[in-house]
Structure formats: structure tokens, C-alpha cells
């Protein structure tokens, strides 16, 4: 028989609605939600003190890395920050080393991660041309990103007619066709190390507006479903916003460091501030923050992208984000700037509708007990010394939080507890298609 298990006092996050009891979990799925009186007779009891009691978190855009990047983050520590930060299921970006470009890279990837993971992945692939969607699908991939300005492997797919062919082909495998939307034409390339502000100079507004016109234009023409990663400009959530309202299959998703940082850290953080697309002005960052509120941002991200401390100083773009997103954004509700619906949709429903992820993003009978238990009520300092993740630093160091991630639910079990990874099963599993 499976073991019984119920969670009461809680505040439970039932069909967008705050419910005040708990749920019973039988083996790994959720068996009954209700007043407590009305829960099932359980072998053990949770008691959540009262916290927020959610359907477990989704990251659509982590780089777990591993392989010849282990150094850098691996299944194993990239999935442990997953839970440290609230996520039960991650999308594994595509930009690794060997790029997973081939079915025998994801058949590679899957088979390494298996037994690996304390959290579900599922895995990106960027096709090296279109034709061959049909096989990545079948090796296991459930999602597929493009670099515009930043090919993995001299795959092309910088026009309209190019994305054209490709949003066909993902569409009609059913999978929506995630792009890093920067015009390759307006990059600019400067020579030699990089200063923040001159990586954010080389990667200027009309690079991202532009893509993003663009790739709107492909995916009108030929019907396909479109999500744009990392806005972070106000023109290009213009352009997003405007669409939609022309009924275009597009959505787009924004990151924690889009939304609460201007390029105004440049000076103190150097070049560990650099990302792409890069930090910019206070005007967009409000843009982002608006379209948030407004649900004209469907999702939240992390864009977790590990780097050791050198290759910062090299100037490599980006931050680890797992550990600091949601404690991040559920700030941004207590500090009255977004709803607790928003934040909570852009985690849970939203991806989980967008990325086809049929089991996750709800607390309903039957589903997988996969949950994120939220506390409202404390107070820290961010500190990147505790990161799970391999990656030791952080834009948001010394920040104040306001609130955290007291537990994480995997398949019925609490893996992350009060600071504390309390399982050492990796219980994580691979989504396939
Ligand atoms: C990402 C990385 O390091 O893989 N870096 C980043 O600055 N966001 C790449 C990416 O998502 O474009
Ligand atoms: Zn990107
Ligand atoms: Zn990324
Ligand atoms: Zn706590």
C-alpha cells in the first residue's frame, strides 16, 4: 500500500483561490484537498504553520549545464538549486557543450540525467535545420529555443523566411518554438574584453526590438506558436502586446533581473553584472515590471546561467537565478507592486499550459504531489555563499527578501525543507513528450 501523507494548516492555492486546510497525498499523487476534518486518515502529518501551500514551481528557461560544463553546474547541483529555490520541474536550455543539436545528444543528456535529478526536467533541442525537428521530438526533447545572434553551431535562423520553415515544423509537432530574439545585424562587435557598458551598448534596443518584430511576422504568417525568452525592453513588449491583441500565438516570459535591476549596478558590480540581453534603463525595467502586473508577461524565469567566478571576470553573460527568482518576485507582492495571483500563474499554470506539461502546474486531485511551500512572513539577506548551485555569486547579494521557500514537494515527499535539502533520493524524473 502507498503511504498516506497530509498536509494541513495551509493556506492551499486551489483554482486561483487561497483555500484554508490541506491535502492528502497518496504515494505521489494528490488524493484529496479540503478542511482538514474533511482530508483522509494519514500515516503522517505536515504541519505548514499557516504558509502558502502552491502547485510546484516551473523554470521553462534553467542551463543545467553538465556534460563538458560540469564544472560550471551539473544535473545533480543545478537540480538541488531547483528545489533550494522552490522548482519542481525545470526546462534544461539547449547551449550546452556538445550543443544538444542531435537525438543522440538528447538520448545522452536523458540517459546522464536519469537517477540524477531531485527535481523533473525536460529537455530543449535547437535544430540544425528544420527537417530536423521531427527526430529531435522523438529522441526526447520536449521544447526547442533558437539563438538568433548567437548560433550554437552555424545553424541559421536570423530571417523571416528561415523561422518561417522552422515555427512550421515545431508548431505541427506541437511544440512552441522559443526564441533568444536579437537581431544578429545589430549586434555590435567590439573588440577585446567587454565593460558592462559596452556589452550593453553592443547589444542595443532596436537588436531586440527588431527580433522580435520579426519573429511576430513568422509566426502571423505561417500560424505557429511563438514564446520570446528574456524581454527586456519596453519596445519589445510593445511589440509582443500588440500582437496579441491582433490574436498571434505569442508569449513571452521575463526574468527576475529584468524586472528589479537597471543598468545603474554596472559600476558597482562590474562585469559580474553582465547578461543578455543586458541590464538597461530604469524606463524598461518599470516596462517589465508593468507588463508583469498587467499579465502582458505570461511567465517568470530565472534564466539560471552558472558561470564560475573567472569566467565572469572574462566577461561570460549571465547569473545563476534558481536560488533567488521566487523569494524575489513574492517580495515584489508583499511590497504591494504585483498580485499573488500574477506571480503565482507565471510559475505554475501558465508554463505548464505553454510547455504542454500535462501533469504539473495545479493543485488538483490526482495530479503529481509535486508542491512549493512559500513563507510570507521572513526576512533575509540574499547570500550567494549558501547557493546550492555550483555558481557563487549574484547580482542580488545583500539584497533583503521578504519572503522564502520553506519547502519543496517532490512526487508526495518534501525534499527541501527550511534551508535544508532533507532527502538524498533524487526523485526528480524526465519529461517526455
Ligand atoms: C546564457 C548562458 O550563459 O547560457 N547567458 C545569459 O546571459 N542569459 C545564454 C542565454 O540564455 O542566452
Ligand atoms: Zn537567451
Ligand atoms: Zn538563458
Ligand atoms: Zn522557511
Same mark, same amino acid.
Given at each position: 500500500m502507498s503511504e498516506i501523507i497530509n498536509i494541513v494548516n495551509a493556506k492551499v492555492w486551489v483554482k486561483g483561490k487561497i483555500l484554508e486546510g490541506g491535502i492528502t497525498i497518496i504515494g505521489d499523487r494528490i488524493a484529496k484537498i479540503g478542511k482538514e476534518s474533511a482530508l483522509k486518515k494519514a500515516e503522517r502529518t505536515f504541519d505548514a504553520g499557516g504558509r502558502?501551500?502552491?502547485?510546484?514551481?516551473?523554470?521553462?528557461?534553467?542551463?543545467?549545464?553538465?556534460?563538458?560544463? *560540469?564544472?560550471?553546474?551539473?544535473? *545533480? *547541483?543545478?537540480?538541488?538549486?531547483?528545489?533550494?529555490?522552490?522548482?519542481?520541474?525545470?526546462?534544461?536550455?539547449?547551449?550546452?557543450?556538445?550543443?544538444?543539436?542531435?537525438?543522440?545528444?538528447?538520448?545522452?543528456?536523458?540517459?546522464?540525467a536519469e537517477g540524477n535529478l531531485f527535481c523533473d526536467v525536460g529537455f530543449y533541442a535547437t535544430p540544425r535545420s528544420p527537417k530536423e525537428v521531427d527526430n529531435l521530438v522523438d529522441s526526447g526533447c520536449i521544447a526547442m529555443k533558437i539563438y538568433m545572434s548567437k548560433p550554437l553551431d552555424y545553424e541559421r535562423y536570423s530571417t523571416?523566411?528561415?523561422?518561417?520553415?522552422?515555427?512550421?515544423?515545431?508548431?505541427?509537432?506541437?511544440?512552441?518554438?522559443?526564441?533568444?530574439?536579437?537581431?544578429?545585424?545589430?549586434?555590435?562587435?567590439?573588440?577585446?574584453d567587454l565593460s558592462p557598458e559596452l556589452h550593453a551598448r553592443s547589444h542595443p534596443i532596436k537588436a531586440e526590438e527588431r527580433a522580435i518584430?520579426?519573429?511576430?511576422? #513568422?509566426?502571423?504568417?505561417?500560424?505557429?506558436?511563438?514564446?520570446? =525568452?528574456?524581454?527586456?525592453?519596453?519596445?519589445?513588449?510593445?511589440?509582443?502586446?500588440?500582437?496579441?491583441?491582433?490574436?498571434?500565438?505569442?508569449? =513571452?516570459? #521575463?526574468?527576475?533581473?529584468?524586472?528589479?535591476?537597471?543598468?545603474?549596478?554596472?559600476e558597482k558590480l562590474g562585469k559580474k553584472s553582465i547578461v543578455e540581453p543586458p541590464l538597461r534603463s530604469k524606463r524598461h525595467m518599470e516596462a517589465i515590471l508593468k507588463g508583469i502586473s498587467k499579465g502582458d508577461v505570461d511567465i517568470l524565469v530565472t534564466d539560471h546561467a552558472p558561470h564560475t567566478l573567472g569566467e565572469k571576470d572574462g566577461g561570460s553573460p549571465g547569473f545563476p537565478g534558481l536560488e533567488t527568482a521566487v523569494p524575489i518576485f513574492f517580495t515584489l507582492v508583499r511590497d504591494g507592486l504585483l498580485t499573488l495571483d500574477r506571480v503565482i500563474d507565471a510559475f505554475t499554470i501558465n508554463p505548464a499550459e505553454r510547455f504542454s506539461l500535462p501533469d504539473a502546474g495545479k493543485i488538483e486531485v490526482g495530479r503529481m504531489a509535486n508542491l512549493t511551500m512559500i513563507n510570507l512572513k521572513s526576512e533575509r539577506k540574499i547570500d550567494s555563499d549558501k547557493f546550492f548551485s555550483k555558481s557563487k555569486f549574484s547580482p542580488f547579494d545583500g539584497m533583503v527578501v521578504k519572503a =522564502?521557500?520553506? #519547502?519543496?514537494?517532490?512526487?508526495?515527499?518534501?525534499?527541501?525543507?527550511?534551508?535544508?535539502?532533507?532527502?538524498?533520493?533524487?526523485?526528480?524524473?524526465?519529461?517526455?513528450?
Open positions: 502558502l501551500l502552491l502547485p510546484g514551481f516551473i523554470d521553462v528557461h534553467t542551463h543545467l549545464r553538465d556534460f563538458e560544463l *560540469s564544472y560550471k553546474e551539473d544535473f *545533480s *547541483s543545478g537540480t538541488t538549486a531547483a528545489v533550494a529555490g522552490g522548482f519542481t520541474t525545470v526546462l534544461d536550455m539547449s547551449n550546452n557543450k556538445p550543443p544538444t543539436m542531435t537525438p543522440e545528444i538528447v538520448r545522452a543528456r536523458i540517459q546522464k523571416e523566411r528561415e523561422i518561417i520553415e522552422l515555427i512550421k515544423k515545431t508548431s505541427s509537432a506541437g511544440i512552441v518554438l522559443s526564441v533568444h530574439a536579437e537581431d544578429p545585424n545589430m549586434i555590435k562587435r567590439f573588440k577585446g518584430d520579426m519573429v511576430i511576422r #513568422a509566426s502571423k504568417i505561417s500560424g505557429g506558436k511563438l514564446h520570446i =525568452c528574456h524581454v527586456s525592453t519596453l519596445e519589445g513588449l510593445n511589440k509582443i502586446k500588440s500582437a496579441k491583441r491582433k490574436g498571434v500565438d505569442v508569449t =513571452c516570459e #521575463a526574468t527576475p533581473h529584468h524586472t528589479v535591476l537597471t543598468n545603474e549596478v554596472f =522564502c521557500v520553506h #519547502a519543496t514537494f517532490i512526487r508526495g515527499r518534501a525534499v527541501f525543507l527550511d534551508g535544508e535539502i532533507v532527502s538524498s533520493k533524487k526523485a526528480g524524473k524526465i519529461l517526455h513528450g
